[in-house]
């Protein structure tokens, strides 16, 4: 008996070291934070479903868009999270976006100014300062890659030909899509930046609408989805 018991337990053991290792987040019952022993040496934490979905609401659409802005204007509603690319005759594609945290919003009128795919990210001093205080120590520079913050793509702002810090770029972190997460710059799906970036050239016109009103007057209305341009594929 003791013989098959034996033979009973190597073959369990071998079976479960050739599962496959199964996704945070895919365990029933399990709540977020919990750490989760697998038969791999990696330790998963369950992660709650609905951070890894974005709302339907912040996919990238085609929208009738009536404003007195040229096309080929980016128009960022920080107060809605919506990106607009004008696309003209009253059109424009609508992107999701994640906007900055209380205390981090800001508005003005600047010009991308350089654009960088897989960009390195290199957190300010002031902002390693600020994370350190909360036991967060941030890197001095850390290279372009699927775990880097600026994710897919970046598009660096500027006014008056010097860079305000400020950023429209990709994220490793796509649930944030619609939420004020950011230290003031503009959060996109990385599909979402990759298919603006190849669009907006450097010099593109950035209009930011958010608090202090400091983008001046602007007319836009948002008409909803553009039914004819979505199934026709007008402006790209």
């Keep these: 008996m003791r013989k098959y018991a034996s033979i009973l337990l190597a073959a369990t053991v071998a079976a479960t070291a050739m599962m496959p290792v199964t996704p945070a987040g895919a365990f029933p019952g399990a709540q977020p934070g919990d750490r989760i022993e697998t038969a791999s040496t990696v330790t998963l934490v369950a992660q709650p479903m609905s951070k890894k979905q974005v709302a339907q609401k912040y996919k990238r659409t085609k929208v009738r868009f009536v404003t007195d802005q040229a096309p080929g204007t980016v128009i960022v509603d920080t107060n809605n999270k919506y990106l607009y690319y004008v696309e003209g005759r009253n059109r424009a594609t ?40 909360k036991g967060r120590i941030l890197p001095v520079v850390q290279q372009g890659g699927e775990d880097n913050p600026l994710g897919a793509r970046a598009l660096y702002l500027y006014q008056g030909g010097r860079d305000t810090i400020f950023r429209i770029h990709g994220t490793n972190q796509p649930w944030t899509i619609g939420q004020n997460m950011s230290s003031g710059c503009i959060r996109m799906m990385n599909q979402d930046v990759e298919h603006l970036y190849a669009r907006a050239d450097i010099g593109t016109k950035v209009i930011v609408v958010g608090p202090g009103n400091k983008q001046g007057a602007i007319q836009y209305n948002d008409r909803g989805i553009d039914f004819l341009g979505t199934l026709f594929g007008f402006g790209g």
């Design 94 to 133: 609508r992107y999701g976006i994640g906007v900055g945290r209380d205390g981090f919003g800001w508005s003005g009128v600047v010009k991308v100014g350089r654009k960088a795919e897989w960009p390195t990210w290199t957190p300010p001093a002031e902002m390693r300062r600020r994370e350190a205080k």
